[in-house]
């Protein structure tokens, strides 16, 4: 069997640092591990429709934002695929037949879609499209035949969802479609990075967020004014690192090697964190450290990114080329999905 990966994003915003270590750097390590016979990066601009649909205009602005910072972090598309979803409307008709599949309870029992409903107050009139776009996500993973799905940890409903869709599909069909797995961060600090307020999540909507196009200045008056722990008000108080973001941040961003230059009195991240555990180092002792370490990481990257800005004209080419791409394969894959439905009737005439 081959190795394949499928991933995307909705392009309803810019990225940010929850992205980055929650599945970008993941996905850019198994780009370039040269384990994989294809990878295809998709920005999921029909699923952001599905909550956008009022604004097709942010979803279009945000298309090539998303391909910058994909880039930028090191997505290669001479490696990898890059492509836009809406481009490809096979995905559209794969969608068609796997609703079938899957029935309104167990739609409305995906604890993500869930969570997302609650949070843009559907409840009274929920979009059919929006309740329905784990089995678009499906056929976005099987039209591709991936085995492999990079993603944060909030994607592991959909995997669930595609993969019964999956089963069902082969059972009643035949052998047509692959099962595919999640592959999450193996550090645990990248699985769910919260807000620089302290909230679970970064969100565009809470302003929480630092993005990989910030310039230096704002990651700088971001990390400075990150919430921290409210317990921890003199410098000798013992203070809490396990639901602190800034050290959270550091788990997820630091190495030893960022000690060595930065902050050279400690060895390593478990040294800084047991003195802060026993009190006696300040917050912004911490703080100026964690901005040097994300300096450094993010620097490369926002010149990369500004340096591919200078021509958007050239990623709307290299977002044809790879939807192009992408769109053959699909095809390949509906005439196959078609074939064992049995309703490739017209199949032998061209
Ligand atoms: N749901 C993903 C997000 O919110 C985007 C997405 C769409 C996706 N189709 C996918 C991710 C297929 C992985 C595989 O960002």
């Given at each position: ?115 997302e409903m609650k949070q843009k ?59 595919p797995k999640a592959v999450l ?79 050279p009195e400690y060895a390593n ?82």
């Amino acid at each position: 069997m081959k190795n394949i990966i499928l991933t995307g994003d909705r392009p309803s915003g810019k990225l940010h640092i929850g992205h980055y270590v929650g599945s970008l750097k993941r996905r850019v390590e198994l780009q370039n591990s040269g384990k994989f016979d294809k990878i295809y990066v998709m920005i999921a601009d029909a699923q952001a429709l599905t909550d956008n649909f009022d604004n097709p205009e942010k979803v279009r602005s945000n298309i090539t934002e998303v391909a910058l910072d994909y880039m930028a972090c090191g997505i290669d598309p001479k490696k990898s695929t890059i492509f836009v979803q809406s481009h490809v409307a096979e995905l559209t008709e794969l969608t068609f037949y796997y609703m079938n599949l899957v029935t309104l309870a167990r739609l409305e029992r995906n604890p993500t879609v869930k969570a997302e409903m609650k949070q843009k107050n559907f409840e009274l009139s929920i979009p059919m499209g929006f309740l329905t776009y784990p089995v678009s996500q499906t056929a976005d993973i099987t039209a591709f035949k991936a085995n492999t799905v990079p993603v944060g940890e909030d994607q592991l409903p959909m995997l669930e969802q595609a993969r019964e869709i999956v089963r069902s599909f082969n059972g009643l069909y035949g052998e047509t479609l692959v099962e595919p797995k999640a592959v999450l961060p193996d550090n645990k600090a990248c699985l769910r990075l919260p807000g620089t307020d302290g909230m679970v999540k970064m969100s565009k909507s809470l302003g929480n967020c630092i993005y990989l196009s910030d310039s230096a200045d704002e990651i700088k008056r971001k990390v400075m004014s990150m919430y921290t722990d409210p317990n921890h008000i003199k410098v000798t108080d013992p203070g809490d690192t396990e639901h602190n973001p800034t050290f959270i941040y550091l788990s997820a961003f630091s190495s030893p090697e960022h000690f060595e230059r930065y902050l050279p009195e400690y060895a390593n991240l478990d040294e800084l964190k047991a003195h802060y555990e026993r009190g006696g180092l300040g917050d912004m002792k911490v703080k100026k450290f964690l901005n040097a370490v994300m300096q450094e990481v993010l620097e490369p990257i926002r010149l990369r990114r500004e340096e591919l800005a200078k021509d958007i004209p050239a990623v709307w080419d290299m977002l044809y080329e790879g939807s192009e791409v992408a769109r053959k394969v699909a095809a390949q894959t509906l005439a196959e999905v078609k074939k064992s439905m049995r309703i490739d009737y017209f199949a032998d005439r061209n």
